[in-house]
């Protein structure tokens, strides 16, 4: 009803809590303990029994009007005192045998005794402890409603509704037809908590509450945690009076009274403040929930004076909201039917493409996408260490610091559904105010269980008018016994608010399809990881077989090979050779031996590289480059050569000998493939910090340590990338440049492989080439 006045501690601290002694001296409606207010509604009365024996604990102090007995005549007395001998027998018989604990149940009725009324009574167990309720009876001997009717009516007409208002609209009309109340509202709650009078049916001269906006604070914690307890709580006289129990704690147990379940559960003075402020006489509330969450109320208000809902319409009314609470959600399911069917289809469709594409990134730049489905501004997927983008978006910076917010968000550790979702993100998120106009709404959800991959959909700002019933800022005190306390507002009057940073809420039809695209997603990934698992294995066991073929093919294949060229040699060195065309075969002959050989050492020495384990070690990369840089100085001698390294090497964890192969190939090829006058090359690196060009460069490995060598030689053509490094393949004729096997670059390849590294090009034709590779993510420096 409003927020709170601070105060240390309770006046009712260290003693039994009744709203009669201690309701005006509230300062904060969340430490009210409302289940146990020690009073009950003077209409009724109430008895505590002991439940193995049903000897009288606690009684209401109003038990001489309603039962004829003074409350010192009861206590510690057997139920029967009360209530009768037969009736004893008979509430006996019925804690036997049906589930009474906190389940309130008609028992029978009291027949009239002098100047005692006929009265219903209710009756439930807790905490080892019977409690009976006495109310005078709402029955009649002739006339009584056939309630099974009426209910079936009415449920049958909840089920034709097509829509949410629609069914909230039936909701209203046939409660306020049942229960004869001059109001009834259907009060939805919002995302924030504060709630909307969606639907209403109301006595023709009642100004209209419908539209409007109520804070969160109207309706306190304890109130709300109440209501997802129990089906209906009445209050048939707001001006009605109290009546304490006596005494306030039970002797057995020495605690109060839970009244949690108890129709006779005494109001809060801050309650019957409210509904008088609201000019209201009476009042009955049933929650509709979802799961255990309260979706609104069915609130009912009477002007005309005090208004008696006897037990029977409060059970037809207890199971209405039960009926309610389940069918609400179907309502809306039918209202948003087609647009359910639309949003599956396209996700389907996403996923699908997905599929076939093999990356997750065909849903922001394919047809469709994500946009495609949950109508939205924008969207983005952050997949493969980087962010795809659809539509309008917050920047790349802001979505980072945004998914760093989100991994420790409470809903996104839920096994079950991990999502959030807002109309309000600044809210909850004060930074988002910077891009209110693209996100003020946000839906997001992982894609993986660490939370490293994000799929999100932005709402931009929506501007609009929120009617509130009185002004929600309104703070209201009066003076109490112990100082200032919290009052209702006491003004309802229409207050407008023009409300900024916030979007058009998202649908539960929308949050739903969005759940189930994330399962399909998840269930995508997870069979291609599988699929990628099983093919990597078969790709070991592959390769192991080919290194273990090429090694020995190329050993055994050398020593025929040998004898070939032994032969040749000896015939061209014979004097029975004489032609001249002969001598030129076998000449031709010798070239190809030692071209096979060259070959087949190639081959053999891939084979090794293969299959020989690395000895890894902290290695000086400053030593690695100097030591290769003199196995190729021959070459270097060959003409006008620059090597350039700009600044210290850092240190890595490597097999030394296999990283020093790694730079003589790349120098060999820097020097060799360069026809310029002044040959330059440069060997250096670019630390995962430093803002640097990586162009090429795969996913994740930016994130590491790379190594570069970068000529001004003869440059490669793009779409030659991917042939440099098959093996023995060569992009010039056989003897230009120096001639070569073709299988250094192959070479190179597999040795940055054997160490968790990947290897790429960026290179112009006419202008260089820059080899870049990594070697792990484990670089020191």
């Avoid at 008979?90 to 006929?118: G, H, I, Q």
């Avoid at 090979?561 to 030129?584: F, M, P």
């Avoid at 590491?704 to 003869?714: A, C, E, P, Q, T």
């Amino acid at each position: 009803m409003t927020t709170s006045i601070t105060n240390a501690s309770p006046p009712w601290a260290n003693q039994p809590y009744s709203i009669k002694r201690h309701g005006t001296t509230l300062t904060n409606c969340d430490s009210e303990p409302v289940q146990t207010p020690g009073c009950v509604l003077a209409h009724g009365a109430l008895l505590v029994l002991r439940l193995k024996d049903l000897t009288i604990l606690q009684a209401s102090e109003n038990t001489d009007r309603l039962l004829g007995f003074a409350v010192e005549a009861l206590l510690n007395k057997p139920v029967r005192a009360a209530i009768g001998l037969d009736a004893e027998a008979s509430l006996k018989a019925f804690l036997a045998s049906e589930p009474t604990d906190r389940n309130p149940l008609y028992v029978f009725t009291l027949p009239a005794r002098a100047d005692v009324p006929p009265l219903d009574v209710t009756i439930h167990t807790i905490d080892g402890a019977a409690v009976i309720e006495f109310e005078a009876t709402g029955r009649v001997l002739a006339g009584e409603p056939d309630y099974y009717a009426l209910v079936k009516k009415t449920v049958t007409r909840l089920q034709t509704a097509n829509s949410l208002q629609q069914f909230c609209d039936l909701t209203a009309d046939e409660f306020r037809s049942l229960t004869g109340l001059d109001r009834v509202m259907v009060y939805k709650f919002h995302a924030d908590g504060h709630g909307e009078v969606f639907a209403e049916s109301k006595r023709a001269d009642l100004d209209p509450w419908l539209g409007l906006h109520y804070p969160a604070e109207d309706i306190p914690k304890p109130a709300r945690d109440m209501l997802r307890m129990v089906w209906a709580r009445p209050m048939p006289d707001v001006s009605g009076a109290l009546a304490e129990m006596v005494p306030l704690t039970n002797p057995d147990t020495g605690r109060q009274l839970t009244m949690t379940y108890c129709a006779l559960r005494g109001a809060s003075v801050m309650y019957t403040e409210y509904l008088k402020n609201m000019t209201a006489t009476a009042a009955l509330t049933m929650p509709i929930r979802h799961g255990d969450e309260l979706w609104g109320l069915i609130a009912c208000h009477h002007y005309s004076g005090p208004k008696f809902v006897p037990y029977q319409v409060r059970a037809a009314c207890e199971f209405l909201a039960q009926v309610v609470s389940l069918q609400y959600q179907a309502a809306e399911d039918r209202e948003h039917l087609v647009y359910r069917l639309k949003l599956d289809g396209t996700h389907q469709q996403l996923v699908a493409q997905a599929a076939k594409d093999g990356d997750l990134a065909t849903m922001t730049d394919g047809r469709p996408t994500l946009l495609d489905g949950v109508v939205a501004g924008g969207a983005a997927l952050y997949h493969q260490d980087r962010w795809w983008c659809v539509g309008n978006t917050p920047t790349e910076t802001e979505m980072e610091a945004l998914s760093q917010w989100l991994h420790d968000r409470p809903e996104l550790s839920s096994q079950l559904r991990p999502l959030y979702a807002t109309d309000s993100l600044a809210r909850d998120y004060p930074p988002a105010r910077a891009f209110a106009d693209v996100a003020s709404g946000l839906l997001a959800m992982p894609l993986t269980r660490a939370n490293r991959n994000w799929m999100l959909w932005f709402r931009p700002e929506t501007i609009h008018t929120v009617n509130w019933g009185g002004n929600p800022y309104d703070k209201p005190t009066v003076p109490g016994p112990l100082g200032p306390r919290l009052t209702p507002r006491v003004s309802f009057e229409l207050f407008k608010e023009s409300v900024r940073e916030r979007s058009l809420p998202w649908l539960a039809v929308e949050i739903d399809a969005a759940a189930r695209l994330r399962m399909l997603v998840m269930e995508l990934v997870v069979n291609r990881a599988q699929r990628l698992a099983d093919l990597n294995a078969d790709l070991t066991q592959s390769n192991e077989e080919l290194d273990s073929f090429a090694y020995v093919a190329s050993h055994d294949l050398k020593e025929p090979l040998r004898g070939i060229y032994k032969y040749a040699h000896q015939l061209l060195d014979s004097a029975t050779v004489v032609d001249n065309e002969h001598r030129r075969k076998l000449d031709g002959l010798l070239r190809l031996t030692l071209r096979m050989d060259g070959l087949l050492d190639s081959l053999l020495h891939f084979s090794r590289v293969g299959r020989a384990v690395l000895q890894t070690e902290d290695a000086d990369l400053n030593e690695v480059v100097n030591e290769s840089l003199e196995m190729v100085d021959a070459r270097r001698a060959e003409g006008q050569m620059e090597i350039i390294v700009p600044r210290a090497m850092p240190h890595v964890r490597c097999d030394r000998v296999r990283c020093r192969e790694i730079f003589v190939n790349l120098l060999s090829n820097a020097l060799k493939y360069n026809d310029k006058a002044q040959k330059k090359v440069e060997v250096g690196f670019v630390a995962p910090h430093e803002v640097h060009p990586r162009p090429g460069c795969p996913s994740g490995s930016a994130e590491l340590m790379i190594y570069y060598v970068r000529d001004n030689g003869i440059g490669i053509s793009a779409r030659y990338f991917g042939h440099v490094f098959k093996m023995f393949k060569r992009l010039h004729g056989r003897d230009e440049y120096g001639g070569g096997a073709g299988a250094g670059l192959t070479i190179v390849q597999k040795l940055v492989e054997r160490h968790h590294g990947r290897v790429w090009i960026d290179s112009v034709p006419g202008e260089g080439t820059t080899f870049y590779f990594t070697l792990s993510g484990r670089e020191g420096t």
